[in-house]
């Protein structure tokens, strides 16, 4: 099955700074999904990228994949506080699927 | 987007009894699936839900324990059968227009089996 490693694990860092969270696949990638969970909460959807050096922004938030090193990353421009949570990257275990498997999560903490 | 609604949000249940979790969508979906997210851990996913036949269970996951339903394109549900408490977890509902489209998730329902 895929698995997907993100790092960091957790990330707390000052309220304006930059930060980059990575999501590494063992296996090729079918494409990458980028979500956010509150705790105990559902996942908001961010991004989905499907092609090998697609970007996406929204907001002060960019997502890239390079399909070669079967990777994608996060950037979140000028954290806020309201950027905090945890983000999980999921990605297809084959072409055109849409069930998931997830990274083990980046725990994000934004201190004023 | 899509809406979905989960209920029940949370529940706490007492060990050896039965729970069903309702997944409704405001829209028609080809895809509907559910996932298991166990306390501190990511998300893990239990199976999809076939519209009209049998769904289709991943690898650690049988019918038996986790019998779903999808009688149409907006809804469909999840049992967790004869619970122990190593079941509570946040159970959560996923959808998706077509392949190769964006998944949605419901707000996802928190049981505890005491």
């Known amino acids: 099955s895929q698995e997907l490693e993100q790092s960091p694990q957790s990330l707390i860092v000052q309220e304006g700074k930059n930060l980059t969270i990575n999501c590494t696949s063992s296996?090729?990638?079918?494409?990458l999904y980028w979500y956010k969970q509150k705790y105990g909460e559902g996942l908001i959807f961010l991004m989905m990228?499907?092609?090998?050096?697609e970007e996406k922004s929204h907001e002060k938030i960019t997502a890239k994949l390079d399909e070669k090193k079967q990777q994608s990353s996060l950037h979140i421009t000028a954290s806020q506080p309201s950027h905090a949570g945890i983000y999980l990257c999921g990605a297809p275990g084959r072409a055109g699927a849409n069930n998931l498997f997830f990274g083990t999560g980046t725990r994000l903490t934004v201190i004023p | 987007s899509a809406v979905i609604s989960q209920k029940p949000s949370r529940d706490i249940c007492q060990r050896g009894t039965s729970l069903t979790i309702q997944c409704q969508v405001d829209?028609?979906?080809?895809?509907m699936f559910w996932y298991r997210q166990q306390p501190g851990q990511s998300l893990t996913l239990i199976a999809t839900a076939n519209q009209g036949s049998e769904a289709t269970y991943e690898s650690g996951f049988v019918i038996d324990k986790f019998p779903i339903s999808r009688p149409n394109l907006t809804f469909s549900t999840l049992t967790v059968s004869n619970m122990s408490p190593e079941d509570s977890s946040i159970y959560l509902c996923s959808v998706s227009r077509d392949s190769n489209t964006e998944a949605f998730f419901g707000q996802g329902t928190r049981l505890t089996v005491v």
């Open positions: 829209s028609q979906v080809t895809m």
């Open positions: 990228l499907q092609k090998g050096g």
């Open positions: 296996k090729t990638l079918y494409g």
